[in-house]
């Protein structure tokens, strides 16, 4: 991979594509993010910000576990002054193009590094898939949850560390992307205090997804418990009898009043985990996990915020 994409940077070179000197000659700032709520937090610190050419590579619906950088994708985040991913085994594709960074003067954030203890390990709970094997057979080693974005909190710390990464890189503006940073993380302050109250008032504290559970970071920051079909990061989309029929039951044992999806147009999983329960009432309900958010999305104003109140409602429903 490593050579692969050092072949890629010298063709653009070759080819004119990549320019010879660095990006500090721009009258841009220029900020390539991965995923979109990167994207959105950052738009936000950089608000009023002009000079702030603000980039998000992952815009076209694919997923951040299936995601593979294009040559252009290459240039962008070799020639930039600030590069955000996520930093967990789905980036490990970043590791390589930053190699090839032609910017010496780049400043890098990984969000899993910024939370350092406060990540999270990816876990198997009662009654879900086990996994994927690897290569010989075994089970995969435990990964780092990377689903760093569906935590408010999370997002409050990220947000200061951008702050930081572009008065670093930008120092005439840095009170600007101070000030930007302190009212955003009351927003998010603000919300988590309705997601505290909504869970302390709630008849019930346990999710059941018949899908993929990427919100171990938000059911962990209010106490909510949770059962699912997989693991979030899992490629797998058939569960087993054993794990539909273990869902099913405990909706009933728990007597719970819905069963969770996350985005997406299939829900068959939980559609079968409904119709297995007793009483087959349950209402099926989406989460967004905001891991398709498109450059179309974008254009029509959707926010990380908007989509955080959205899925408040859906928990309300969820719960009560």
């Known amino acids: ?130 996994g994927e094997e690897d290569e010989e057979g075994g089970k995969e080693e435990t990964e780092i949850d990377e689903h760093v974005w569906l935590s408010l909190r999370n997002a409050g710390i990220f947000v200061s560390a951008f702050a930081g990464a572009l008065g670093e890189a930008d120092p005439v503006r840095t009170g600007n992307y101070a000030a930007n940073a302190e009212a955003y993380k009351a927003k998010l302050a603000d919300l988590d205090a309705k997601y505290r109250e909504t869970v302390e008032t709630a008849a019930y504290r346990t999710l059941l997804f018949g899908d993929r559970f990427p919100f171990r970071y938000l059911t962990d920051d209010y106490g909510l418990s949770y059962y699912a079909a997989f693991a979030g990061c899992s490629a797998e989309t058939e569960a087993s009898f054993e794990t539909v029929l273990f869902l099913a039951k405990k909706a009933d044992e728990l007597r719970l009043p819905a069963v969770m999806t996350i985005e997406g147009t299939k829900h068959r999983i939980a559609e079968t985990v409904v119709s297995s329960t007793a009483e087959k009432n349950q209402k099926i309900l989406t989460l967004d996990s905001m891991q398709g958010i498109t450059a179309g999305d974008v254009q029509k104003g959707v926010s990380y915020l908007q989509i955080m109140e959205e899925n408040l409602a859906v928990l309300k429903e969820a719960l009560n």
């Open 1 to 130: 991979m490593k050579k692969l994409f050092a072949y890629m940077v010298a063709l653009l070179f070759l080819f004119g594509v990549l320019p010879v000197s660095g990006p500090a000659e721009e009258a841009k700032l220029k900020i390539v993010t991965t995923i979109f709520p990167i994207y959105d937090w950052v738009r936000e610190t950089a608000a009023g910000c002009e000079n702030a050419d603000i980039t998000m590579l992952l815009d076209s619906g694919v997923d951040l576990h299936s995601f593979q950088p294009t040559a252009a994708d290459i240039m962008k985040i070799a020639t930039c002054d600030v590069f955000i991913y996520v930093g967990g085994e789905s980036d490990e594709w970043a590791e390589d193009a930053l190699a090839e960074a032609v910017n010496p003067g780049m400043i890098v954030i990984n969000l899993i590094d910024v939370l350092g203890e406060n990540a999270k390990a990816e876990e198997t709970v009662e009654g879900m898939e086990d």
